[in-house]
C-alpha cells in the first residue's frame, strides 16, 4: 500500500491524524458520550412509518431546504425562534464545518479554549482555517477576563465556545458568553451539544441570540436526544447568518431518509429526552463517588465526568477494557473521561474504578 506521506497530499494536511475515538463492541461502552438508553419502541415504530413513507419518493431529491425539519427544530428550540433562524446538517459537526468554510477559510483564524473538542482543530486543518488554542483558568474554567483577553489578543474570525466543554464537562456562564459575544468582531458559535444535560433553570445562549447577528448557537440530537447514529445537528441564528451556509453546504444534504426519522423524533421529544434527568443522577453519582475515592472529578453540566488522580491511565483504560468497560483517554496526563450510562452500566465502571483508587490501601498496582 502507498504510504500518506507519497501521495500528492495537500501540504497542511501532512502529518495530522484523523478523529479516532475507539470503536469497539464492548458490553459498557462510556467513551463517546452517547445517550446509552435506546429509543422506546413505540417512537421507533412512528419513525419507521415515516421513513417508509418517504421511501416511496425517493427517486426524486429531498426538500433541500429541509423546511418541515426547520419548523420542527425552531418549535423544540422554543424562545419564539422561527425556520429561518434554523440550520441543520448531518451532526453538528456538519454544521460547525459549514460555519468554518463560510467564515473561516485560509487567511482567518478560529479560537477556542484548551483543551476542548477535538473536532475543532481538525475541522479548521480541513477547511484551511488558522486554529488558535487559548489557555483555561485553574479547575478548566474560563473567567469572562479569561476569555475577552484572548478574544482582544487574536481578533480571531471565528470563536468557538464549548458549553458545557468536552472533554473537561465545564459549564460557561451566560454573562462570559455575553462578553465574548460583545467583544468579538468575528462570528461566535456556542457549542451547546450537551444543553439538555445542564442543570435545570440554566439558561442558554439562545437567549442571547437577540440583535446580536454574529452569534450562532449549535445543538444535535446526537447526545440527549438519543440519536447520535441518524446523524442530526442543528443550529440557531440570525437568518443572514445561516444563509451564508447556503454558499457552502452541497445541494440536498441533508437526504429524505433524515428528515424523516428526525421529524419523527422530534414528535416525540419528551419520550426522546426522559432519561435526561436519569442520566444527570448517574452523572452526580459518578462524581460523588469518584470524590469519596480520591479522584478528582472536574465539575460538569454534561451527561460525562472528567476525573484526574489517574497514576496511568492507560494501564487503567486497559485494565477497564479487559473487563469489558470502554472509557476515554483524552490525552491529559492523570485524567480520563467517563460517560454516564444506564444505573447498571455506571454501577460496572464504579466497581471496576475503584479498584485502581488512590483511597485504596491495597489497590491494584497497574
Ligand atoms: C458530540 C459532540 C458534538 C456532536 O457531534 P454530532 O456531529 O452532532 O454527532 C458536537 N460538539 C461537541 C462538543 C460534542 O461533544
Known amino acids: 500500500m502507498t504510504s500518506l506521506d507519497e501521495l500528492p497530499i495537500r501540504d497542511d494536511l501532512r502529518g495530522k491524524s484523523p478523529y479516532g475515538a475507539p470503536q469497539q463492541t464492548v458490553p459498557v461502552a462510556l467513551n463517546v458520550n452517547e445517550n446509552t438508553h435506546p429509543i422506546p419502541e413505540d417512537v421507533a415504530h412512528d419513525i419507521i412509518a415515516r ?46 464545518q459549514h460555519i468554518l468554510q463560510a467564515y473561516g477559510g485560509p487567511g482567518r483564524v478560529a479560537l477556542g479554549f484548551s483543551p476542548t473538542y477535538s473536532m475543532y482543530g481538525l475541522l479548521a486543518s480541513g477547511t484551511g482555517t488558522g486554529w488558535i488554542m487559548a489557555a483555561r483558568d485553574d479547575e478548566f474554567e474560563v473567567s469572562t477576563e479569561t476569555a475577552v483577553r484572548a478574544v482582544q489578543e487574536h481578533d480571531p474570525d471565528v470563536v468557538l465556545l464549548c458549553a458545557p466543554n468536552n472533554p473537561t464537562g465545564t459549564p460557561l456562564a451566560l454573562d462570559t458568553i455575553r462578553a465574548v459575544a460583545d467583544a468579538a468582531r468575528g462570528v461566535v458559535v456556542v457549542d451547546e451539544a450537551y444543553f439538555e444535560f445542564a442543570e435545570p433553570g440554566t439558561p442558554s445562549a439562545l437567549t442571547l441570540l437577540e440583535g446580536r447577528p454574529r452569534l450562532l448557537v449549535s445543538r444535535t440530537m446526537s447526545k440527549a436526544f438519543a440519536f447520535a447514529g441518524a446523524r442530526v445537528g442543528y443550529l440557531a441564528g440570525d437568518p443572514a447568518a445561516i444563509d451564508a451556509l447556503r454558499l457552502v453546504r452541497l445541494p440536498y444534504h441533508l437526504s429524505a431518509l433524515t428528515q424523516a426519522a428526525a421529524l419523527g423524533a422530534l414528535a416525540h421529544s419528551s419520550e426522546m429526552l426522559a432519561m435526561v434527568d436519569e442520566i444527570r443522577g448517574q452523572r452526580e453519582r459518578i462524581s460523588a463517588e469518584l470524590s469519596r475515592l480520591g479522584f478528582h472529578p472536574y465539575r460538569s453540566g454534561s451527561n460525562f465526568v472528567l476525573f484526574g488522580g489517574v497514576d496511568e491511565p492507560h494501564a487503567v483504560f486497559e485494565a477497564l477494557l479487559e473487563r469489558g468497560i470502554l472509557i476515554r483517554e483524552i490525552g491529559i496526563p492523570g485524567h480520563l473521561r467517563v460517560t454516564a450510562g444506564t444505573e447498571a452500566e455506571t454501577s460496572a465502571f464504579l466497581e471496576a474504578i475503584a479498584l485502581f483508587a488512590p483511597e485504596r490501601p491495597n489497590r491494584i498496582a497497574v
Not at 57 to 86: K, M
Request: net charge negative; hydrophobic share 45%; aromatic share 8%.
Open 51 to 96: 421513513v417508509a413513507a418517504a421511501i416511496l419518493h425517493l427517486n426524486r431529491y429531498p426538500d433541500r431546504e429541509f423546511t418541515e425539519l426547520r419548523r420542527s427544530l425552531a418549535e423544540y428550540l422554543g424562545h419564539g425562534l422561527e425556520a429561518a433562524q434554523i440550520w441543520a446538517a448531518n451532526g453538528s459537526n456538519e454544521v460547525l
